[in-house]
């Protein structure tokens, strides 16, 4: 047999203590073909200590193999959590970009035997996730995307 060889997508995989926390969503790419079609990489920038620098974490999700976005699927639920409405039909997840949520980080072994975050889930934001977001950016002097206050529920 014949087969293309292709680059894999490389990100960095930080480690930090599994838990709940404040974060926001930084956008999406497209990810390589998964066992069941193809994938998109979310990626979350996770607040998980005020003293400490925010993370990037990304997130692989299905899609359908018509590469749309499937109501019933994963991606769709964080979205929402996001804030995007349920009735929608055309997602823009550009417009999305600096939406605050929460997100539920477990360790696990990567395929290198290394241990490393990711998000299980993507939760809608707390009253105090976005004052969190305020102050940790304050506190190191960042400027992040403007966010949306009424995504904050």
């Known amino acids: 047999m014949k087969y293309k060889a292709t ?17 926001r969503f930084v956008g999406d790419q497209e ?12 990626d ?6 005020k003293d400490k620098k925010s993370v990037k974490i990304g997130r692989f999700y299905g899609l359908k193999k018509d590469g749309s976005v499937a109501k019933k699927g994963n991606y769709f639920k964080a979205l929402v959590a996001m ?5 929608v039909t055309d997602i823009d997840t550009d417009a999305m970009k600096g939406h605050p949520c929460r997100v539920l980080v ?4 990567d395929n290198d035997g290394k241990d490393v975050s990711g998000i299980n889930d993507v939760m809608a934001p707390a ?18 995307a403007k966010i949306p206050e009424e995504t904050v529920r």
Do not use: C, M, W
């Not at 477990?106 to 072994?109: C, D, E, P, R, W």
């Not at 940790?136 to 960042?142: A, C, G, P, Q, T």
């Open 83 to 87: 804030g995007l409405k349920e009735n």
């Open 7 to 23: 680059e894999s997508v490389e990100f960095e995989k930080p480690l930090i203590p599994e838990g709940l926390y404040p974060a």
């Open 44 to 49: 979350f920038e996770v607040f998980y200590d």
């Open 127 to 144: 009253p105090d996730t976005l004052p969190f977001i305020q102050e940790h950016e304050k506190r190191h002097n960042l400027t992040g």
């Open 106 to 109: 477990k360790n696990y072994k």
């Open 31 to 42: 990810g390589p073909e998964g066992e069941y079609g193809p994938r998109v990489i979310a």
